[in-house]
């Protein structure tokens, strides 16, 4: 089956040591997103990528950088986590932009300590 | 003013009745709507999109959107223990460049 893929599902990291989250997929979708989700809100667009043309939201800090070597996946590095980094990380792929369904992997927990 | 808003909840639903669950948006040049449903600790899953007015069905689930009065709603028929999660409401916003625009959420409760 056709899928978004998250690895890891959960990661622990301390303070300030760089962490990065994966995400792949196999519906061959041009538009890859990264979300970060805390707890009772809203997923937050953090960035978001139409094949190779990388779109940073303006409120994303600088600490969020991203990745995509190739169609099929895409890559969130932190820098140096915060404690208040703690979230779920949402990949989120679809065929093209605004219109169009979003389908989401299964997150990624990030604990930091 | 929230771009997208929805009741918090909790909205409690005896099984075997209707679930109606609300959302209103600010941006009156949206043309895509989407609801989610999120179980706790999981990720979003996509249960329904709906870009004209009226309403869409599909199984048990019936989307309704009223542009003139920027509402959108998810009717939920024959409400199943299983239904019981959050469900959000997402609207393609020209606020922020065709974005999706995410709503909190409705926290949804089945009662068997």
């Known amino acids: 089956d056709a899928m978004v893929i998250q690895n890891p599902r959960y990661q622990v990291t301390q303070f300030g040591k760089p962490v990065t989250l994966s995400c792949s997929q196999t519906l061959n979708h041009n538009v890859m997103y990264w979300y970060q989700q805390k707890s009772s809100q809203a997923p937050k667009l953090l960035f978001h990528?139409?094949?190779?043309?990388?779109?940073n939201e303006a409120d994303t800090p600088d600490n969020f950088q991203s990745r995509r070597p190739n169609t099929s996946f895409c890559f969130l590095d932190i820098r140096s986590p915060g404690l208040g980094d703690a979230a779920m990380y949402l990949c989120?792929?679809?065929?093209?932009?605004?219109?169009?369904?979003?389908?989401f992997g299964p997150g990624t927990r990030l604990t930091v300590t | 003013q929230k771009e997208v808003e929805q009741n918090s909840g909790p909205l409690s639903v005896p099984e075997g009745a209707i679930a109606s669950l609300n959302c209103t948006y600010s941006d009156r040049g949206s043309q895509s709507f989407f609801w989610y449903r999120q179980y706790s600790g999981k990720s979003p899953e996509l249960i329904m999109s709906?870009?004209?007015?009226g309403d869409k069905e599909d199984g048990r689930f019936t989307a309704q959107l009223n542009k003139a009065s920027q509402y959108v709603s998810l009717l939920i028929r024959d409400s199943q223990p299983s239904d019981s999660a959050t469900y959000l409401c997402a609207v393609e916003s020209n606020f922020g460049n065709e974005k999706l625009t995410f709503g909190t959420g409705t926290r949804l409760t089945i009662i068997p």
């Open positions: 989120a792929t679809s065929k093209g932009w605004g219109a169009y369904e979003q389908y």
């Open positions: 990528y139409y094949d190779k043309d990388f779109n």
């Open positions: 709906i870009y004209s007015n």
